[in-house]
């Protein structure tokens, strides 16, 4: 029977932490280098020598000390789930700043194992390490290794389960803190031991160095035990006051001075440093690509030739997924019957769904991008540069990372992006990042951003996706000054960002990053922009036209026919109904297939007369005289016309006739101004659930609207054709979808880390703004006679 060890990952966030979980347990999780990326617990299975290995991923966290949530989160789950063993992944090229964490866990008394990683680094840094003497000197089992490479993880394994099989107690390790430290200590405990109140979960020494620490957590924990909590803050009170009068320094930092003196008494013995002076590779790299000159301007460039790599290489496949639905939308029209339920499926799910899914291609290599970036250190870099603007729009360094995270590149999503600024301590910066992350271009807009693009900037798409870019950070640092000089004023606070060595991002890594987010942007898809689509082409079909109107729309194509078949030249050459649909099924064989034998024997002139037509449609009639089947075909063109102008004007009067088209009518009150018609406005409603659904009401839309029998394409060329369009019309509906609401899930993530005041302050502001700026830019652009 295999026994089962529960083991739990902590080390610093940049120690390859999360790339050590995914080499163990082959789980597929984001890995990034910058700090904050893994928010919660994850849990991970590996089987290895008859044990089965529960490993479990801690947030990254510095310390122990109850300052962030990522370090309450970590210290709850050791504490609480009681791990039978904690690996320490410890970052080899900064020995001595990742040691600290392992010293607190020591202090705590975990049962701890030390994992040296990136020791390849280290070596190229000309950093060597005794991996014997630092073992004996912490007294723990260490292994080293290099996570992204799967170098060493085979040992790791193998050390944790020959530690496990010896079932190691806890057992806290103290240090001396000095003199005064020690004694307090000493008193503090003697009196938590005393006390049959206090959770003996926690061990009695640690509970009395958090309580000298000052930690939040552990000294509400006294309130359960008044009178002797009393005591314990008395004799806090009185080692502070004593430390400061002596040392004129705080008993936090006075202990936090003799871990590092405790680590460094160990570093110098095992950690031997062959090259003292030399700059190593990342600091070299930084001498440029975060020179305050050029690094911005290099900045920039990455950031262009992204984009031009990104529209350049994915035109290809997105013709092929064009291509793809439209032969889906030609079988399900030839299998199905004319009704309800043909309706649904082409116009509902193909053009709905479809319309998103069309561009997987360039969101997929939008993510690879990214996911190069965030792998190989450079992402960190971006952070760093752009906090030298952030700090004077009075957002805080650490607001780079909310922004970064929900798509200051392109491709992010606004919910972890609101997730993150939790590490911004400052309440007024805090919610600040909050009001204006919905202003980034998050991976939800790209589709609406790609379809506009597709059908009115085809030529400078990725001069578009650019400007797009330095768009968004401009309103949102904009609207973040103007926040924070009136609503939220405040002091700014500092900040200090750690920047991870540059790395090769490995291929598999890579692949596995942009499979995770293209995968759940697949899934949106077929879930939420699903349903959302079926409901919205509910809300666009029904009442729909009432029995007297559908009527005399009927009667307008008995009287075309009619016209058509008593027209001089027409007559006696197409005789009666019969043969009038035999001629339009011909002809749009013919214009289908280009096979005119398919059109059926026996029936030549009607055959010559699809024929001309079809010629006559692709090069226009000169001045020659013309033969008797062209005349026809000039009068049946004419005749297909005037049908699809009846069967057009039937569909508009049918979907201004449902309940979602009396909605989008009403809107126009508000919006004509923007000159967004009722689609639009259906669209711009629906991109509240998510803003990818613009794109699939769109296109739900526009094929409700098209004729039967007639080719739509795609939903870029269907507006790119529509005289109501143009690339005014585009830019404003872009820049109104970049600005207006944030979708249903960051509003929820907001009220969550706010309040539902905040969450509503949100919406109704970012509405505001989106409208001043699209009315605006539709205007000025009229002004300036771009809208003809």
Same mark, same amino acid.
């Given at each position: ?8 990952? !902590? ?56 300052? #962030? ?11 609480? @789930? ?10 080899? %090229? ?7 964490? !392992? ?45 992204? %490479? ?12 020959? *530690? !496990? ?21 000493? =008193? ?37 035990? +008044? ?71 290099? &900045? ?16 290809? +496949? ?11 939308? @030609? ?6 019957? =004319? ?20 561009? *997987?291609?360039?969101? &997929? ?44 590149? #392109? ?26 992350? +919905? ?32 768009? %968004? ?22 900040? *200090? ?41 509910? &809300? ?122 009396? &909605? ?89 880390? %706010? ?34």
């Amino acid at each position: 029977m295999k026994r089962k060890i529960t083991i739990a990952l !902590a080390g610093n966030p940049n120690a390859g932490k999360t790339t050590a979980f995914n080499a163990i347990t082959g789980a597929r999780q984001h890995i990034a280098n910058y700090p904050g990326v893994t928010v919660e617990k994850k849990y991970g299975m590996v089987h290895h020598r008859d044990f089965d290995i529960e490993v479990v991923d801690l947030p990254g966290t510095y310390s122990l000390t109850a300052y #962030s949530l990522e370090e309450i989160v970590a210290r709850n789950f050791i504490v609480d @789930e009681r791990p039978g063993l904690v690996v320490d992944i410890v970052d080899a %090229s900064n020995l001595d700043r990742n040691l600290y964490l !392992a010293v607190q866990l020591k202090e705590l008394g975990v049962p701890l194992l030390l994992a040296l990683n990136m020791m390849d680094v280290a070596e190229s840094r000309g950093i060597a390490i005794d991996v014997k003497a630092l073992s004996e000197q912490f007294g723990l089992p260490v292994v080293p290794m290099v996570a992204r %490479s799967n170098r060493g993880i085979k040992e790791l394994l193998d050390k944790v389960v020959e *530690v !496990a099989q010896e079932d190691p107690e806890w057992r806290m390790a103290p240090i001396s803190y000095g003199m005064d430290i020690d004694r307090a200590l000493d =008193e503090i405990s003697g009196i938590i031991e005393k006390s049959s109140v206090f959770d003996p979960k926690y061990p009695t020494r640690w509970r009395a160095l958090k309580c000298l620490e000052g930690d939040s957590q552990i000294t509400g924990l006294l309130k359960r035990d +008044p009178a002797l909590g009393k005591e314990i803050e008395a004799r806090c009170e009185t080692l502070y006051r004593h430390m400061m009068n002596t040392v004129e320094e705080e008993p936090e930092g006075v202990i936090a001075d003799h871990r590092y003196g405790y680590i460094t008494a160990i570093t110098k013995q095992v950690v031997k440093r062959k090259i003292e002076s030399r700059l190593n590779v990342s600091d070299k790299m930084d001498k440029v690509l975060t020179n305050r000159a050029l690094g911005p301007a290099l &900045m920039i460039a990455i950031l262009y030739g992204l984009y031009a790599f990104t529209f350049w290489a994915s035109e290809v +496949p997105i013709s092929w997924f064009e291509t793809f639905f439209d032969v889906l939308k @030609e079988g399900v029209t030839s299998i199905l019957p =004319e009704g309800l339920l043909r309706s649904l499926i082409v116009s509902g799910v193909i053009d709905g769904v479809g319309g998103v899914l069309g561009f *997987v291609p360039l969101i &997929m290599l939008m993510f690879f991008c990214i996911a190069l970036m965030e792998d190989s250190g450079y992402m960190a870099r971006v952070a760093y540069m752009l906090d030298r603007v952030l700090r004077w729009f009075g957002l805080h360094g650490n607001s780079v990372m909310s922004l970064v995270i929900s798509g200051g590149i #392109s491709g992010g999503c606004a919910v972890p992006g609101v997730m993150a600024t939790r590490v911004l301590k400052d309440p007024k910066e805090r919610i600040t990042t909050l009001l204006v992350i +919905p202003f980034m271009n998050c991976g939800a807009k790209l589709p609406v951003y790609a379809m506009l693009i597709a059908a009115f900037f085809a030529k400078d798409r990725a001069r578009m996706m650019f400007l797009l870019t330095l768009l %968004s950070w401009g309103f949102a640092l904009f609207a973040a000054k103007l926040i924070r000089s009136t609503l939220l004023r405040g002091p700014k606070t500092p900040f *200090v960002m750690e920047l991870p060595p540059y790395r090769a991002p490995t291929l598999k890594g890579l692949l596995i990053h942009t499979w995770e987010r293209t995968w759940e942007y697949i899934k949106k898809a077929g879930t939420i922009i699903l349903a959302f689509s079926v409901v919205l082409w509910t &809300m666009m079909t029904f009442p729909g036209l009432s029995p007297e109107k559908r009527a005399a729309f009927e009667q307008d194509r008995r009287e075309a026919r009619q016209a058509f078949l008593a027209s001089p030249r027409v007559d006696g050459v197409i005789q009666g109904a019969a043969q009038l649909t035999a001629l339009n099924r011909m002809y749009l064989t013919l214009r289908q297939e280009k096979d005119i034998q398919t059109a059926g024997a026996g029936e030549g002139h009607l055959a010559r007369v699809a024929e001309a037509a079809l010629h006559l449609e692709e090069t226009e009639p000169g001045g020659e005289v013309l033969k008797p089947h062209e005349a026809v075909a000039i009068r049946y063109l004419e005749f297909r016309n005037r049908m699809n102008q009846i069967e057009g004007q039937e569909q508009q009067a049918a979907l201004k006739g449902t309940i979602a088209g009396r &909605m989008g009518q009403w809107l126009e009150i508000i919006t004509s101004p923007l000159g967004f018609e009722y689609r639009t406005n259906i669209a711009l409603v629906g991109g509240f659930a998510a803003k990818e659904v613009v794109v699939s009401t769109l296109g739900t839309a526009y094929s409700l609207g098209a004729s039967d029998g007639e080719e739509t394409g795609s939903i870029s060329q269907r507006l790119q054709q529509d005289p109501d369009w143009n690339p005014l019309q585009a830019f404003t509906l872009i820049i109104f979808t970049m600005l207006y609401v944030p979708c249903i899930a960051t509003v929820i993530c907001i009220r969550r880390e %706010s309040s539902w005041r905040w969450a509503l302050f949100s919406i109704g502001f970012n509405l505001m703004v989106a409208y001043g700026v699209s009315l605006v830019i539709r205007q000025g652009g009229m002004l300036l006679g771009l809208g003809d």
